[in-house]
């Protein structure tokens, strides 16, 4: 009997400490939060930190994003060119690599790929200027480490996902002309005019731009949290860094759904 | 200068006002009153520790590894919050402080961090200037000439354009030091300033920490193993183990003392007050059965 009574005892202890640790995380999160926002206007007033941050995090992504989406252009167009041909309808190539690209790959593949390579990195600098004791060196110097650390990492991944789902889909679709039009031979001007005609400026691209922006709060705050707080040691800042890639990568596409059930709907009422 | 007489320089602080002379020789500016702290409930980092340090002096806190010298500093910053106790500084409490008041303080410290801490992403320029760039509205080429006179105090003004990665760890803390005094202020909290130093440097540092803290009127404190250096420099010197003062003197009377703790430490004898071995449950011969 007491070894199942201390058994139980075990378990619960187990489940009362996750549940502790878990509020504690949220609360710190909130605070973190509420800090971030309240020294926001703070970084606005030195933009050359902000500048800095989106030449880290969006220029030096540039690569990865551009190549991506010309190759997902390419292989849509080859992909779609299978299906389309059954129905006689391969002048349809052009609409169905734009919608596909700024109404959901655009914003969900740049922002994956952005939490992969940006993302990731904020974390793990964050995590190692607080296992170098940088962040307590600002502290000390008076300097709010929120302010001129967080902060603008914060914004500047904000500012740099939206532009860089719009230059990935802006590739992909050239990607999509290339195999579609110079390679396959579908005519230029269908491709073209049947996409000017199909997609809409405001329910299809406008909403793309919705959904990059708010996966660019998403991804940009769980990077910057991970990295503040990191457990200051090796193990900590590899484990935060990790935390950031798959929760993003989780965040990204659970309020993908959810973002997509208000803007399109689709066979839901 | 002497504090305190060497009959009772030594005794434990329970048994007599340990510093009283101290700090009626000059202002108190930092006092901790009966201060405890731990990281943990059930580890006591700082037990009832009671030190001053009057205004102008430089001050030596010495102990083994682990026994909270570290976390004197960190208690001045405000970084950490004693469980119980008093840390004043100027007479005002550090832990009642709110944030303006937290951040006005913090700009009278100068912090030398035991590993640097300098900004990895910045040159030793920048990482020196950064502080005059955070605090004051100075012209670039006023902290240009500030900057480089702090790297000429620590013979790196040669390295003005290096990153910190670039340089030997004992010139990073060379660095470190500067960017510490970089805007000369009142406190100075230095925190192993002699490690990894080579002899060259590390006198030259000592006397440049001496040199600072009288020229410029600073108060400073010292937490350091290297006892030889110290004596050398400092004005009063505080022993602390297992997070108590267990002793306390002058230059002279350190030199002096024939209290095992202080002996031990200053002949760096293996045997003594101070024990070599962390506590261990088992013992030697069971670890190796």
Known sequence: MKPALNAVTRVLSSLGATVINATARAGFGARFFMALIRQSPASFMRPQLILKEIYQAGVLSLIIVLMSGLFIGMVLALQGYETLVRFGATESMGVLVALSLVRELGPVVAALLFASRAGSAITAEIGLMKTTEQLSAMEVMAVDPIARVVSPRFWGGVISLPLLSALFSTMGIYGGYLVGVRLIGIDGGAFWGQMQAAVDWQHDVMNGVVKSVVFAFAVSLIAVFEGYDAQPTAEGVSAATTRTVVTSALAILALDFVLTVFMFRGGLN | ?289
């Open chain 2, 1 to 289: 200068m002497r504090f305190m007489t060497a009959a009772n320089a030594f005794s434990s602080p329970a048994a007599s006002p340990p510093n009283r002379e101290l700090s009626e020789s000059c202002e108190p500016l930092v006092e901790l009153k009966d201060v405890s702290f731990g990281y943990t409930r059930d580890r006591q980092i700082l037990s009832g520790v009671t030190l001053t340090v009057p205004k102008g002096k430089l001050v030596a806190v010495m102990g083994g590894s682990g026994c909270g010298k570290t976390t004197i500093l960190r208690l001045l910053c405000g970084q950490i919050r004693a469980s119980s106790g008093e840390v004043l500084v100027g007479g005002q409490s550090v832990a009642t402080m709110d944030t303006e008041q937290m951040f006005a303080h913090r700009r009278r410290l100068g912090m030398l961090f035991q590993f640097g801490a300098l900004f990895t992403d910045m040159t030793v320029f920048d990482n020196i200037a950064f502080p005059m760039h955070e605090h004051t509205e100075l012209p670039d080429d006023i902290i240009h000439d500030l900057v480089m006179m702090k790297l000429n105090a620590v013979g790196l003004r040669g390295t003005a354009q290096l990153k910190p990665s670039e340089l030997s760890g004992g010139m990073a803390r060379r660095v470190a030091l500067a960017r510490t005094i970089a805007l000369d202020p009142q406190i100075a909290l230095y925190d192993e300033p002699f490690a990894g130093l080579d002899p060259i440097s590390l006198s030259v540092v000592g006397q440049l920490i001496r040199r600072l803290n009288d020229a410029l009127g600073m108060t400073s404190i010292l937490v350091t193993h290297d006892i030889a250096e110290s004596l050398k420099i400092v004005d009063y010197i505080y022993f602390i183990s297992e997070g108590r003062v267990v002793a306390q003197g002058d230059v002279a009377s350190i030199k002096a003392s024939t209290d095992p703790f202080v002996r031990q430490f200053v002949d760096g004898e293996p045997d003594g007050p101070v024990r070599f071995h962390y506590p261990s449950s088992k013992t030697l011969a069971e670890d190796f059965a």
